[in-house]
């Protein structure tokens, strides 16, 4: 980077906030990024349509698509004159804490804002909502929570879900075995071979795991939530309030233009790469609202 530009990009910064007092362990992100002229990216290998491989060799997706105009967003921002992106592959039980440790700057796939992960990271405007279901082998009648009783079921390390189907199995009383697995896709295969009954996950992931196998017959997804429907957001350093309000204002731009009804589109309602899977799942209602009126889930 040219002496000069780092000079624009630091004066710019000195107009941010820093991060908050109670994330002191590493630099503001925007200063980072400033200095090394990088933003690093978390990304998962298989989680349709919001973060995945195609057949290149950086993922593509919903999700990915807003930090790339997000990242577009902040080189403008900071005056810099490349940008370069640098993907890095997260998982479920890792991802908070490559975060917390500089590993990346912003975690572009689908995770679920709720108030007890705010304690750890923070998060930026929704861009989706989805509720929690269980996909079984048709073969099997599996449809409600109460078929659940008794039978073994998998859930991805890390997640929320977990904690929802605990919940369940403790209040209903219904000795449900609930295994593990570290992967979305490692859980969603234990049900096609017959080592788990249920998997227990978010209801667009499931939908989007059927569709892939080409069978989606051979599949059933729950006909009732076990837990209801809650947003998705790019998941940020906790306490970097210049990083967030910089990813908001990029995101904000994008909900008020009305280009975000075009890229969910783009990735929700019509033939998605490498295979063409239409996932068919219009602009619902609730979403559409929290585009016209984005809120801000960390500001006190």
């Avoid at 780092?6 to 007092?21: I, R, Y």
């Avoid at 697995?181 to 009954?197: L, Q, W």
Wanted: with cysteine.
């Amino acid at each position: 980077m040219q002496r000069s530009t780092l000079w624009l990009a630091l004066g710019v910064l000195s107009l941010l906030p820093a991060a908050a007092a109670g994330d002191d362990t590493q630099p503001p992100t925007l200063q980072t990024i400033a200095k090394t002229g990088t933003i690093r990216l978390g990304y998962a290998d298989r989680n349709v349509p919001f973060s995945y491989l195609g057949t290149g060799p950086e993922p593509i997706g919903y999700s990915i698509e807003l930090c790339l105009r997000v990242a577009g967003s902040i080189k403008k921002k900071l005056g810099l004159p490349e940008l370069k992106i640098d993907f890095v592959k997260r998982t479920p039980s890792n991802r908070i804490m490559l975060l917390n440790d500089g590993t990346i700057d912003m975690e572009c796939v689908a995770s679920t804002n709720t108030e007890e992960r705010r304690k750890a990271v923070w998060f930026s405007y929704s861009h989706f909502i989805t509720g929690t279901r269980y996909v079984a082998l048709k073969s099997s009648g599996l449809t409600t929570v109460g078929d659940l009783a008794g039978r073994t079921v998998v859930v991805t390390t890390g997640t929320i879900n977990i904690g929802q189907l605990n919940v369940l199995n403790r209040k209903l009383g219904m000795n449900i075995a609930v295994l593990q697995n570290d992967s979305t896709e490692g859980g969603f295969e234990m049900v096609t071979e017959n080592r788990a009954s249920a998997f227990v996950m978010d209801d667009i992931l499931l939908r989007s795991f059927v569709a892939e196998t080409g069978r989606p017959e051979d599949y059933s997804i729950s006909s009732e939530y076990l837990a209801p429907p809650q947003p998705y957001g790019l998941m940020l350093r906790h306490g970097d309030t210049g990083f967030r309000d910089a990813v908001n204002e990029a995101l904000g731009e994008i909900y008020a233009s009305g280009e975000i009804e075009k890229i969910y589109d783009k990735w929700f309602n019509a033939p998605i790469p490498p295979n063409g899977m239409n996932l068919k799942r219009p602009l619902p209602g609730d979403l559409a609202e929290i585009f016209r009126k984005p809120i801000d889930t960390t500001a006190e």
